[in-house]
């Protein structure tokens, strides 16, 4: 219950193009879900994040639309540049007494070619 | 305001050795999140503290492994006898109080276990 899937694994996109990360999961007490973007060697910056009283937040290219009934929320990466390229986890958390860990998805690794 | 600060960034140790990893938060923060990311895998969560208290070890091995955060100084990891399985890539972050969902990482410590 505590797992978030995340989908597809690998991602070849070219430039200009849509990126589309796909994630899912089961506790329905996570209220916190961002996105981390992390480059070869370097560890993950936040992204983007969005909690679930709202269906979509968009910043810039990058938009989350979140789908609270199927539990499942998604990132899109709009005109997709090669230096976008790198590896993309989705997370999610729970506003529990005294612990909010991040639970994370297994990354997506972007590929974004001229 | 300079990030998150770990060291070192790359760690070589024998099987058996002890390794210890350090985790200096961002300016103001009093949270430490240690994860764990295995080769070509999503980050683990291992442990969350504030100064001088353990908050969350739901996912540090039972043995060999332990943390801590004194009031003064940096986080440490420590990773006593290591196993070649102990060999990974080791992140700390940090978060503010009060709503402590942002995560801010820092650029990890690779290490290595011969």
């Known amino acids: 219950q505590q797992q978030v899937k995340q989908s597809p694994q690998s991602l070849i996109v070219q430039k200009g193009g849509i990126s589309i990360i796909n994630c899912a999961y089961e506790?329905?007490?996570?209220?916190?879900f961002p996105w981390y973007q992390q480059f070869p060697g370097k560890g993950p910056a936040l992204l983007i994040a969005?909690?679930?009283?709202?269906s979509e937040k968009k910043e810039g290219r990058f938009t989350i639309s979140f789908n609270k009934s199927a539990k499942q929320f998604s990132l899109h990466i709009m005109d997709s540049q090669p230096g976008d390229s790198a590896t993309y986890f989705c997370?999610?958390?729970?506003?529990?007494?005294?612990?909010?860990?991040?639970?994370f998805g297994t990354g997506t690794r972007l590929q974004v070619f001229p | 305001n300079a990030g998150v600060m770990q060291n070192p960034r790359h760690l070589v140790r024998r099987r058996g050795q002890e390794a210890r990893l350090r985790c200096s938060p961002m300016?103001?923060?009093?949270?430490v999140y240690w994860y764990r990311q295995l080769p070509e895998e999503g980050l683990k969560f291992m442990v969350y503290?504030?100064?001088?208290?353990?908050?969350?070890e739901s996912g540090m091995p039972k043995e060999r492994f332990s943390a801590e955060f004194p009031k003064e100084g940096p986080s440490i990891l420590r990773i006593q006898q290591v196993v070649r399985g102990d060999s990974a890539a080791y992140f700390c972050?940090?978060?503010?109080?009060?709503?402590?969902?942002?995560?801010?990482f820092g650029p990890g410590t690779r290490l290595l276990v011969l």
């Open positions: 300016k103001g923060h009093s949270h």
């Open positions: 997370a999610a958390s729970r506003k529990a007494y005294n612990t909010d860990k991040l639970i």
């Open positions: 969005i909690r679930p009283d709202v």
């Open positions: 506790n329905t007490a996570f209220d916190y």
């Open positions: 972050a940090s978060s503010p109080p009060g709503p402590k969902e942002t995560q801010y």
């Open positions: 503290l504030q100064k001088e208290n353990i908050i969350d």
